[in-house]
């Protein structure tokens, strides 16, 4: 399905959150400190790269950005991307699972993803593959789309995301099936409260969720203990 959509991806990706999802990629990666510092990045779940090229602007010169996603079309993207972009150079991306990921333990000081909690199938083992892969002290971001709270902004939600977006994916992407998947994906979701619980399982300490549109959006941090 992934594959099916790639060249639509990032064009629904703006319509759909009303360009919101590049404000909120760029919270993400000011929230793991990233700002001119020499650090190697995963990004778990790369899709076409936004979030890593986001991240890539940040880091020090010598820092690097690894994208890690089994999609391989969304991957070709990421990587045609690379070459128009002032701070391609310091990504590279690698076609895998993040539930088996092809890197030693402890080789990243920062791990991060942006829309992809709701398509994975054992978040405990997410985590705990994140947690494997930090370095003592890593941080960890995980950015998603949840069921918003009770209320009216709910109602106004509902309506749109699970009733006009697969319209707008049928339209502008020829996919209706996956958009409605994306509708659905999150209508079964976790409520943010228990993906803060799963994170802490893992190992994580200092864990800590940022809301947006009335918790809609949400930001989840974390960081791996220096010494357990």
């Given at each position: 399905m992934f594959d099916r959509i790639a060249r639509r991806y990032d064009l629904l990706n703006r319509v759909i959150s009303l360009h919101l999802d590049t404000v909120w990629r760029r919270k993400l990666t000011r929230a793991l400190g990233l700002p001119q510092r020499d650090l190697l990045v995963l990004d778990l779940?790369?899709?076409t790269g936004d979030l890593a090229l986001s991240a890539a602007q940040e880091i020090g010169e010598k820092g690097e950005i690894v994208g890690l996603d089994f999609s391989l079309e969304m991957l070709r993207l990421a990587q045609a991307k690379k070459g128009r972009s002032s701070c391609g150079e310091k990504?590279?991306?690698?076609?895998?699972?993040?539930?088996?990921?092809?890197?030693?333990?402890?080789s990243f000081d920062a791990a991060m993803s942006a829309f992809v909690l709701r398509n994975v199938g054992d978040l405990d083992l997410f985590f705990l593959e994140a947690y494997r892969l930090l370095k003592p002290g890593g941080k960890l971001a995980?950015?998603?789309?949840?069921?918003?709270?009770?209320?009216?902004?709910?109602?106004l939600y509902s309506l749109y995301f699970y009733r006009l977006v697969p319209w707008i994916g049928a339209r502008l992407?020829?996919?209706?099936?996956?958009y409605q998947y994306l509708s659905d994906s999150v209508r079964g979701f976790h409520a943010p409260e228990t993906i803060a619980q799963i994170i802490q399982g893992a190992g994580f300490e200092k864990v800590r969720t940022e809301k947006f549109l009335l918790g809609a959006v949400c930001l989840h941090l974390g960081e791996k203990p220096i010494q357990r």
């Open positions: 779940g790369t899709g990504t590279i991306y690698i076609q895998g699972t993040a539930l088996a990921a092809p890197f030693r333990k402890e995980s950015l998603d789309i949840f069921p918003p709270q009770r209320g009216p902004f709910s109602l992407a020829h996919d209706r099936t996956a």
